[in-house]
């Protein structure tokens, strides 16, 4: 079993669609989550970092944890076709550096 | 502007040499890390670094070298022993593990 888990997808949605993107993880000492998103020939750029379970917001992000079940969720509202990219999540903790998914990628079409 | 500055951002080279990818920050990041990245595969570590000269390996090391003296550069020696060195290379850093990671732009290697 890979640490991190996530569909490769791709995701298609319409315009305005609320996106939910998943990931679940295997090592139980993580603590910090992070989503990256990452736009075709470019770095990833880092979205959201969450410590421990629950919710955060950022607009029309959210991040959700649930450490009892090892899962990761990110929704998006109101897609956009700007949002169209490849979502990756990384969770880390402890002495551990952060571990990436494979990645999501997300079609918003108008 | 604070970041990551990869360079260059194409790279190509013949099979049989070897190639250094640069990469600078000035974020003051004690942690600096490179990725390789192969289509449908993710990101996958090939070395980071917590402190100028010393680096550990990451997953797939087995053909590349890095060298750390300066903390605001952490160069990428793709060596001719790497089998299928053709890919796209992230440099990142980092505040102390397990911080985020900052990512640069990334340099796309390819060699023929």
Known sequence: ?110 | DGGITQSPKYLFRKEGQNVTLSCEQNLNHDAMYWYRQDPGQGLRLIYYSQIVNDFQKGDIAEGYSVSREKKESFPLTVTSAQKNPTAFYLCASSAPIPSPLHFGNGTRLTVT
């Open chain 1, 1 to 110: 079993q890979k640490e991190v888990e996530q569909d490769p997808g791709p995701l298609s949605v319409p315009e305005g669609a609320i996106v939910s993107l998943n990931c679940t993880y295997s090592n139980s000492a993580f603590q910090y989550f992070m989503w990256y998103r990452q736009y075709s020939r470019k770095g990833p750029e880092l979205l959201m970092y969450t410590y421990s379970s629950g919710n955060k917001e950022d607009g029309r992000f959210t991040a959700q944890v649930d450490k009892s079940s090892k899962y990761i969720s990110l929704f998006i509202r109101d897609s956009q076709p700007s949002d169209s990219a490849t979502y990756l999540c990384a969770p880390a903790g402890g002495s551990y550096i952060p571990t990436f998914g494979r990645g999501t990628s997300l079609i918003v079409h108008p």
